[in-house]
């Protein structure tokens, strides 16, 4: 089976780090999905304005492995040390590297210079992500509140505290942007096994080059350019 791309998201994450690990964790983050000229038809979302979240299927863009794959991978929420079967993880490396995420839709708008186009928030993707098809999110057949998620529901997901100095806050005009980029640097980008109070990371999210250090449970920004 051949397939194509429908879309392509566009975020302002330009690369893989400080994505968040899974959709809707950071409900303030924006993108919108864009639709190649052959899919640019108002007829295709007939209906979608209806509801409130959407399934995306797309492809990890920024992890081919030419077709190579393991068994088991290296979850980073168990810390990269252990291992468990790839079918029982959401590991972008993947036999086919397609991903599965679940994203509000903020609006549809049906007559843009791009056609068709859905603004979204929450969205796990970076910018330019191929999507290669879209479907609505049903309640009633996708909600099982009641579901067991073996590993997962053994894990910490506490998140960080984020502390931006006030002068460097506010370097960054748009409160929209600055409550995404808190709401991501909150759920610690940082690879698990990683725990050196001295180290600088660099995030790169809406233009800006964003760097902190973290000590326990606490984040601070100590540059924005």
């Known amino acids: 089976m051949l397939i194509s791309p429908i879309a392509y998201i566009r975020t302002e994450f330009p690369e893989k780090f400080g994505v968040p690990r899974q959709s809707g964790l950071a409900p303030d983050l924006r993108g919108t999905v864009v639709f190649e000229p052959e899919y640019r038809s108002a007829d295709a979302l ?9 399934w995306l299927i ?10 190579d794959w393991q068994p088991t991978v290296r979850p980073p929420r168990l810390g990269g ?22 994203v509000e839709v903020d609006k549809v708008e049906y007559d843009t210079p791009d056609g068709p186009v859905i603004h979204v928030r929450g969205a796990d993707l970076m910018d330019m992500t191929p ?12 909600s099982h509140p009641e579901a067991v998620c073996g590993y997962v529901d053994t894990l910490d997901e506490r998140t960080l505290t984020v502390v931006i100095p006030e002068g460097i806050a506010s370097s960054v005009k748009d409160k929209s942007v600055l409550d995404a980029l808190v709401q991501t640097l909150s759920l610690d980008p940082r690879p698990s096994y990683h725990d050196d109070p001295d180290r600088v990371y660099g995030l790169s999210y809406a233009g800006m080059n964003v760097r902190f250090k973290v000590f ?5 920004v100590i540059g924005i350019d």
């Open 46 to 54: 007939r209906g979608l304005d209806g509801f409130s979240h959407i």
């Open 58 to 67: 797309w492809e990890f863009s920024a992890n081919r492995n030419n077709g």
């Open 81 to 102: 040390n252990e291992r468990m079967g790839v079918f029982a993880t959401r590991s972008p490396f993947r036999p086919n590297p397609l991903g599965l995420s679940c």
């Open 131 to 142: 999507i290669y098809d879209i479907k609505p999110y049903i309640r009633y057949a996708d």
């Open 216 to 220: 326990l449970r606490k984040l601070t």
